[in-house]
């Protein structure tokens, strides 16, 4: 989804309470003198949705996938932010996402999703310039 990126790899993990899996979509290798420093906001985009399996059913799936789509332009080539880490899993699906600016994405995501019906998402925000969410989540994965 973003230049920036230049592999994507996938994990899964299984809650030892539920058995469940949750699946990460996530960037595994970045383009050549790409520097994370320029975008030090964290944004997390929340979509939760309940089901037995704890994985959404196709049509919010679907769904999800749409509004992904839409997000398409905040990472491809505008500079606003890096799409870092997708989970889905355990009724949550999150997008991590790191920005130039909390503000600047913001407006920018206002503006992808203008004229769609709402999306039931929650948006957290918090500065992270050394990507520490996703750093945890590298560290933990097993390759």
């Known amino acids: 989804m973003s230049e920036e990126v230049t592999s994507w790899a996938t994990a899964i993990s299984k809650q030892e309470g539920t058995g469940r899996a949750i699946v990460f979509r996530y960037a595994k ?3 050549a003198g790409f520097e994370r420093s320029i975008f030090p906001h964290r944004v997390i985009l929340v979509w939760k949705y309940q089901s037995e399996s704890g994985m959404p059913v196709p049509r919010e799936r679907e769904a999800m996938d ?7 332009p905040l ?3 505008s500079g606003v932010s890096v799409l870092a880490l997708v989970s889905t899993g355990e009724n949550l699906r999150e997008w991590i996402f790191y920005a130039r600016a909390e503000s600047e994405f913001l407006a920018a995501l ?11 998402i929650e948006v957290h925000t918090a500065r992270d310039a050394e990507w520490s969410s996703y750093e ?7 390759e």
């Open 75 to 77: 990472v491809d080539t």
């Open 110 to 120: 206002n503006q992808a999703l203008t004229g769609q019906p709402r999306f039931p």
């Open 136 to 142: 945890r989540f590298r560290k933990g994965v097993r």
């Open 66 to 72: 749409r509004m992904e789509d839409l997000l398409g």
């Open 29 to 31: 290798e970045f383009r």
